[in-house]
């Protein structure tokens, strides 16, 4: 057996390697930034003091101050930030970080809906940066039927009065009167389907879906409670897949079950959720119901559009997809829309550089609904009544862009993103060394998508 004998020069390489990525990391912090050249820009400036320290965890917040200038108005107070993401956060190809802010107090930040956290996003994968305001256009003026879709503006971040870059403040998906508006009294909940299960329950629902039950502040499940809202989601799974004639009706959300039967969602020991007794019907052949009856068609189509013509790549219901149960009209909606990074062309991973083929129509529910002739023919007259407008906003996109494009060069000169690999960005990338380039290759992608998924729906 041969032994390999590294010289000094490997090591030296390797040193200077090294050096170079500790460089890039702390680049921000050490760049040419001045005020001048990050207020000439308009945008409204969010400094987070740390008094210092690094922001270097995912799991523990650090204690802050904040402060926050834009159109004429000012926000400051207490807050504490942290890390936040996955792929986003561990990757080494990227150094610019996400974060998640959480306020001392709720505020309106910049015309928005009042709350206390506020996702920050990095975008250092999206060298577009409209990636996600895109996709959040197409859900609140095309494909628009959502209870609730989040917001973002773009904010010059500052981390101890140091310029950190270009940054999207964002609405972030939680169960709020602002946020997504619903009451755990009435047996409501909000679901992430994510394979990274970062909350305390989660399961895997009989035909492969990962859901995972949303924390929600003041708000606590017992495991009993928590496996009754398991054992509710597979009942009523199995109306999406046609199973249901074999099976009695998963009980009513707020009803009470008689015994033996499965107790539904919530319903442990709390008794609040024991009101309104009434025996569970039995559901099968001749009933007038369908899965239309106890999953919302229009919020199903409506993301799978915004999903599919993007060709979100997390979309396969791998990440970042979220689902709520109402209790009160005792459906599912999907929604809202979340995460758009890798869309709109911009990783090569599954195909999705791809202007043809189908990305969210691999996630399980969908294999099944793509299959149902209700959900086609919903699908296909969505399409035809909103396929000219969604052609104007691929239009809409340079002009965003024209008022974005000095931010994103002053962000370029910290971060070295244009002509350089930031994962997983796809093939062509040493090409776009210029801010236009990358709002050419998305903007061409999207006109290509449109033409192929009108071949296939037209």
Not at 250 to 264: H, K
Not at 316 to 330: T, V
């Amino acid at each position: 057996m041969r032994i390999r004998r590294f010289g000094t020069g490997f090591f030296l390489l390797l040193a200077l390697s090294l050096a170079s990525s500790a460089f890039l990391a702390s680049a921000a912090f050490y760049s040419s930034v001045r005020t001048e050249d990050y207020e000439r820009l308009g945008l409204p400036v969010l400094n987070v003091n740390t008094y210092g320290r690094k922001i270097n965890s995912r799991e523990n917040y650090l204690d802050a101050v904040y402060t926050l200038d834009g159109n004429g108005m000012h926000w400051g107070g207490g807050c504490k930030i942290r890390g936040r993401g996955n792929s986003t956060w561990k990757t080494v190809d990227t150094s610019k970080k996400p974060y998640l802010l959480k306020l001392d107090e709720a505020e309106a930040l910049l015309g928005m809906g009042s709350a206390r956290r506020w996702v920050l996003k990095a975008s250092a994968t999206d060298k577009s940066f409209l990636r996600d305001e895109y996709a959040f256009f197409l859900a609140r003026r095309i494909w628009n039927r959502f209870a609730w879709t989040p917001q973002q503006r773009f904010v010059t971040l500052l981390v101890n009065g140091k310029y950190a870059g270009l940054y999207g403040l964002q609405e972030k998906i939680e169960v709020g009167p602002e946020r997504v508006d619903m009451e755990a009294a009435d047996g409501s909940i909000l679901f992430k389907i994510d394979e990274h299960r970062n909350e305390q329950f989660s399961f895997t629902s009989r035909h492969g879906v990962l859901f995972n039950i949303v924390d929600t502040d003041g708000v606590s499940y017992s495991w009993d409670e928590f496996f009754a809202i398991q054992d509710f989601v597979n009942e009523r799974e199995r109306w999406l897949y046609g199973e249901q004639d074999r099976l009695a009706e998963a009980a009513s959300w707020g009803n009470a079950t008689a015994e033996g039967e499965t107790a539904a969602p919530g319903q442990g020991e709390t008794a609040e959720r024991k009101e309104a007794a009434a025996p569970a019907e039995t559901m099968g052949q001749g009933t007038g119901k369908d899965w239309t009856s106890y999953f919302d068609l229009d919020s199903f189509v409506d993301w799978y559009l915004v999903n599919e013509f993007t060709k979100n790549h997390d979309s396969r219901f791998q990440a970042s997809c979220f689902i709520s149960y109402d209790g009160k009209q005792d459906k599912f909606f999907m929604g809202p829309v979340w995460d758009f990074d890798l869309s709109s062309g911009n990783t090569d991973a599954a195909g999705c550089s791809r202007s043809d083929g189908y990305i969210t129509a691999q996630a399980f529910w969908y294999e099944r609904l793509l299959q149902d002739e209700l959900f086609m023919t919903a699908l296909r007259d969505r399409w035809a009544a909103t396929k000219d407008e969604l052609a104007a906003s691929i239009d809409a996109i340079q002009g965003w862009a024209d008022e974005l494009e000095d931010a994103a060069v002053l962000n370029d000169r910290v971060w070295k993103s244009f002509g350089h690999r930031q994962w997983p960005n796809p093939s062509g990338w040493r090409k776009r060394k210029r801010y236009q380039d990358e709002i050419d290759y998305m903007t061409a992608y999207l006109r290509a998508r449109l033409a192929w998924l009108e071949s296939q729906w037209g």
